[in-house]
């Protein structure tokens, strides 16, 4: 999953510079054709980064202990798809920190995040944003020191929903985003435990298109 998710970045990566460096007549027809289709208000291609309010959800959440929620940052890649004038689709390759904080210590998770959003143009400036994301933790910190991925389901899934203003190719934005696999696999002793315990985040971000 995770060669997956790396790959789909690079693609995103990939597509931009492909279309910013024509190779001849015919390739610069082919990349004004490819710009086209994605310029105006409902589509383009950019970059976005921000703040993350990360949190931990689920009926279990209290085994934690008394836990804050944890101020972190996400960023990475966005290409939207003009479908019509109203709706279009946009897949992003995000890095993405989540976590909690307990007493003087922090619990980080650093994911690489995949979500698939609808875009409901409510206004030629004001969407909507709804979809699913898949997400693979490729790092954990407990109590500021890296640990082994053993303990934790590094495979997520869940649905991110939001909205967006946009001022020429300035984007400003605010989601949440809700992790539903359960965030602990097994105890420290290995043995499988069952826990509603998910990770989720506020994100509030701001993007520039490139085109």
Do not use: C
């Amino acid at each position: 999953m995770k060669k997956l998710l790396t790959a789909l970045f690079l693609l995103l990566y990939t597509f931009a510079a492909q279309a910013q460096e024509g190779g001849g007549p015919t390739a610069q027809q082919q990349d004004h054709n490819m710009l086209s289709g994605l310029s105006g208000p409902n589509g383009g291609f950019g970059i976005k980064g921000g703040v993350n309010f990360a949190e931990i959800n689920g009926s279990d959440k209290d085994l934690l202990g008394n836990i804050d929620r944890y101020t972190t940052w996400h960023a990475g890649l966005f290409l939207q798809f003009p479908l019509s004038d109203f709706f279009s689709i946009q897949p992003e390759a995000l890095y993405s920190r989540r976590g909690y904080e307990r007493n003087d210590s922090t619990f980080r998770f650093d994911y690489i995040e995949v979500p698939i959003l609808a875009v409901f143009n409510l206004t030629d400036n004001v969407s909507i944003h709804l979809g699913p994301q898949v997400s693979t933790m490729i790092q954990a910190h407990e109590e500021d020191k890296e640990v082994n991925l053993e303990r934790y389901n590094t495979f997520d899934y869940g649905v991110a929903a939001g909205f967006e203003g946009r001022i020429s190719r300035f984007r400003l934005g605010a989601r949440y985003s809700l992790g539903l696999a359960d965030l602990i696999k097994t105890d420290k002793a290995g043995r499988d435990v069952n826990q509603d315990i998910k990770a989720g985040a506020i994100e509030v971000y701001l993007g520039i298109g490139i085109f």
